[in-house]
């Protein structure tokens, strides 16, 4: 006869030896792992993982579809899980008091305070004061900044000092208490190109089309110099009317023992760097007379330290020279030199650079022993500036007559 579980006692501890009496069509005494190895085939066997699926929306459906199929299949409508559309809310208004953020439904008259200020305010920051340039033996504070020689140029360095001290040592030589401040570099501007056109210089952005102008012509055209007087006529040359600036005249040869040789060289701005005497004129001149001459020129040195040098030049031999050089700048007076021999070079200090109405005159007699070229020329003293003819240059000479020298 069968009895009911609860009709035997309580059970001891299952060990491995511990049997089990199991009926089916009779009795049976089975072991632990007997009855466990019967109870697992009794258990259905684990079924396979399922496949992944991928989902998305469209525009009316949730849809579904097996990863790396191509057709999705629709799951459910998106009508069927939207909700109906609530009312609008009621609109909001903001203001700030001196103490806090407020806010109230429109068209009412209580303002409620949604946060204090103080919540929304940081801690206060340390501020730079400007304190012009730097100043030794001044008392500077952390946030000071100055101004002064720094790494490349003129500098702003900031003061980093925990403590007001005085300050006597240039910022760039006291890492200490200063900083340099360096802005970053900006980027390279992009190269453009320049023209001019009929009317403007014009500029474009290279490889760009559009040329824009930049500044008319006739704004850069100034007034029109002083030039050579007009007029004249053949035989005469240019000479000084007044001492004034510019202030020159025609006129005609001095009378003489023959006819006089003019020669006009208009060479404008023609500069000369170099140290060794360069021809500006010269003429042919015959065996055995004495001529008597006058060279004027107009120059313009670029330097105070340069100096200028005059002299003779050509191919012409001589008994002797008798000049005299003079040298007139325009504000400082005139100096005067004596040429007495062909080698003989007359110096003139210059102290004033970049002015016009500087002249040089040089004049006397010359016997001439060996016919050929008498020239004048100049160069300058210091090899590191030029001075240049600004207004040309004329050399007149007029034959005395034949000569004999016991």
Known sequence: MARKTSAFGAASAVTETTEFLVREGG????????????????????????????????ATHI??????????????????????????GREVQLQRTATHIQWRY????????????????????????NRGA??????????????AVGTNGNSMFICQSAETFTSTTEPLSDSSSWVEFTAPAGADGREIELQASGTAIQWRYSGGSTWTDLVPLSELKGADGVGIPTGGMAGQFLAKASPEDHDAEW???????????LIGMLAANSANQATTIAELVNVTV????????????EVKPTSTSIGLKWGFTGSFGSQFIQALASYR???????????????DIATFASSEAGNDGNLIEIKGLVHVITGGTFGIGYAVSTQYDYAGITR???????????VSLT
């Open 134 to 147: 730097w100043v030794s033996g001044a008392d500077y504070s952390a946030g000071d900044y100055v101004f």
């Open 251 to 261: 006129v005609d040869a001095p009378p003489g023992g023959g006819s006089s040789t």
């Open 329 to 343: 700048e325009s504000a400082s007076g005139s100096t005067q030199k004596a040429l007495r021999a062909k080698a």
């Open 106 to 129: 429109a068209g009412e008259v209580t303002w409620t305070d949604l946060v204090a200020l103080a919540d929304l305010t940081g801690p206060a920051g340390t501020g730079l004061t």
């Open 27 to 58: 009795n049976k005494r089975l072991s632990r792992s007997t009855l466990q190895t019967f109870i697992e085939s009794l258990l259905p066997a684990a079924g396979e993982d399922g496949r992944e699926v991928e989902l998305q929306a469209s």
């Open 63 to 88: 849809q579904w579809r097996y990863t790396g199929g191509s057709a999705w299949a629709n799951l459910v409508a998106l009508s069927a899980i939207t909700g109906e559309g609530g009312t609008d």
């Open 286 to 297: 015959e065996t055995g007379k004495v001529y008597q001459f006058r060279f004027l020129a």
């Open 392 to 402: 040309g240059a004329s050399l007149v000479l007029e034959p005395i007559g034949a």
